[in-house]
């Protein structure tokens, strides 16, 4: 079964965008550099031939990336308030530390103001998930260890 992407509307619809460019002006894009380099004769040892031939991989990995995440989209908006939800960007504490650490909770596709990501299914993730400010969590890391983090800001 494949893996759903909540997104909010204002990412899935930048996302929709970039796959109509590349499916389109891309594309095209990308034909006329091959054809280009075709026209400066031998291929096995035409550099720009292969330049624009693994820009093409490049941007069909892309586009099928973007098709199979947008199939599989499931649209979320951030609850708002005081609540960690999918959207929200939050501030943490790790217990011993006195810096504030801002993060969005969502997918990376979401990532905006230079935010570092977390995914609502990580661990931490999880333990964020419905908390609100003042509230402290729990979770164990993928080392093993054991880490606790105080809400100071949900926005």
Excluded: C, W
Excluded at 53 to 76: C, F, S
Excluded at 77 to 98: A, K, L, Q
Excluded at 126 to 139: H, M, N, T
């Amino acid at each position: 079964m494949p893996k759903t992407h909540h997104l909010s509307q204002a990412a899935y619809d930048r996302l929709k965008a970039e796959l109509d460019d590349l499916t389109t002006r891309g594309r095209v894009e990308i034909a006329r550099k091959i054809e280009a380099a075709r026209e400066l004769g031998d291929l096995s040892e035409n550099g720009d031939y292969q330049a624009a031939k693994e820009e093409q991989g490049k941007m069909e990995g892309r586009i099928a990336h973007l098709r199979q995440m947008l199939e599989n989209a499931e649209i979320v908006e951030s609850e708002g308030g005081d609540v960690v939800s999918h959207g929200s960007v939050v501030g943490i504490r790790y217990e011993g530390d006195d810096e504030v650490e801002r993060y969005l909770v969502g997918s990376i596709e979401e990532r905006h103001d230079d935010l570092d990501v977390i995914s609502p299914s990580s661990p931490l993730g999880q333990a964020l998930l419905g908390a609100s400010v003042g509230d402290v969590v729990s979770f164990t890391a993928p080392t093993g260890a054991e880490l606790t983090v105080e809400v100071v800001e949900v926005s």
